[in-house]
């Protein structure tokens, strides 16, 4: 978690077990014994600490000289062959960016203490200064496999502590590998997951395949049948060990979502993401039904009744996309600054943007026709009201909430909310159709809008004050 300290969960209760303490600055790498006996940590400090997971008690706690970037657990071993009571061995490597130790824990009967010893792991001579991002046992016995930072693979001999040889595999760092039988998975930063064979100074490529975005982890399932990865993009594959062919199995935007929409049906949905990503998911098996890509970063989406999805941007300008992807027309420079909301009636395309303007476009030939200019911020919702299709609603950050008549093209009702500004705005398809907004300050605001008035019943969400960014009724109640 980020602070200093560890929590460790039993599985099958769900409780934590303990909460440990002692490691310096934000926990930067765990790593449990095999026996599961201990558990060591590190944070970004020099301090490294080893818990014992039979009382939660500090066994070990001692200081290098320089920050571990990487812990692993090496081979255990018989403490003193001579004596009647034979006591495990355990070894440690720890990876700095000044080189690598090796420490043995070990039990003193005489200070009825665990002890340790540290041993330095000798390099070339020329010295090799790496950041380890990933480290694991080699298939073969008595090595140990480190990947870089630089992308190289690096091999050290644990039985004889000793730099053996260093293979370059990418140019943007060797972030997470896993091994299987007489086989190394490793996965980098370029968005490639290689699949190596070899031993000692021997080492070869035999087959590889790209993922999408950074390859941030990689996990064998318990049978080995089946390697998983994780990437910065989002997403999550499943690829075949043997062959190396991959499935997207997963997958979250990578960024903050500026809005999401939903078309005629509620099986579905449309999100884009600051990262000009626009995704329709299916609401079935949250599958990814659409995956597209837009010049600039988005920042709202709406559907409209052909299918099409048009995009409000980051720079002012409006993209349609149909449902393949293929942009169909646009709308440059629609606002000054981002196009923060998006509706439409069929005829015509409402946007409103930061400049607090909510403009009118014809459908058919994206013409301006009139504008709204009341808002002082940015404008945050836009909706057709579902009684009466002659008013317009929006919202905006400057707390207000306006309805204009499409006909005589006039404000005809004003509500000013007394704390925080208006974040969303949905309309309920029951009752008496009262437009719900989301505030700033945790607020949700049911608004009765029948009559000349606004009568406003406010629900709190967050008590910290925490802002709602969205909220949305689905097309169909159920």
Known sequence: RDASQIVVWNVETKQPMYRLTGVDGTVSAVAFSGDD???????????????????????????????????????????????????????????????????????????????????????????????????????????????????????????????????????????????????VFAGAGDGVVRKLSGADVHWSVSAETALSGKVTSLQLNASGSMLYAGTASGMLYSINPDTLESNIIAENPASNVAAISFGASSDSFYSVDLDGHVRCWDLGDYSTLLRTAVPKQGSSILIIESGDVVVGMSNGAIECFDASGVRQWNIPNAHKGAVTALNSDGALIFSGGEDGATRLWTHSTRKFVAQFHDHTKAVTGILIDRGDKDQLHTSGLDRAQYTYSLREERRIQYHLNKEGGLTSMSQRLDSELELVTSTSDGMILVCNHCCSLFFVRRICIFRKKTSVNAEICTPVLH
Request: with cysteine.
């Open 37 to 183: 006996r201990f558990l060591v940590g590190t944070g970004r400090g020099n301090f490294i600490a080893i818990w014992d997971m039979q009382t939660g008690m500090v066994a070990q706690f001692f200081k290098c000289d320089r920050p571990a970037t990487s812990l692993m657990w090496g081979a255990t071993s018989i403490a003193d062959e001579t004596r009647r009571t034979k006591l495990t061995r355990y070894s440690l490597m720890t990876f700095h960016a000044n080189g690598i130790n090796v420490h043995f824990l070990e039990y003193d009967i005489k200070s009825m203490s665990y002890v340790i010893n540290s041993q330095i792991v000798r390099m070339p001579s020329s010295g090799l200064t790496r950041v380890y991002e990933t480290v694991t046992s080699s298939p073969n016995d008595g090595e140990v496999l480190c990947g870089t930072q630089a992308g190289e693979l690096i091999v050290i001999s644990e039985a004889s502590q000793v730099y053996r040889a260093s293979l370059p595999l990418s140019s943007n760092g060797l972030t997470s590998m896993a091994v299987r039988n007489d086989s």
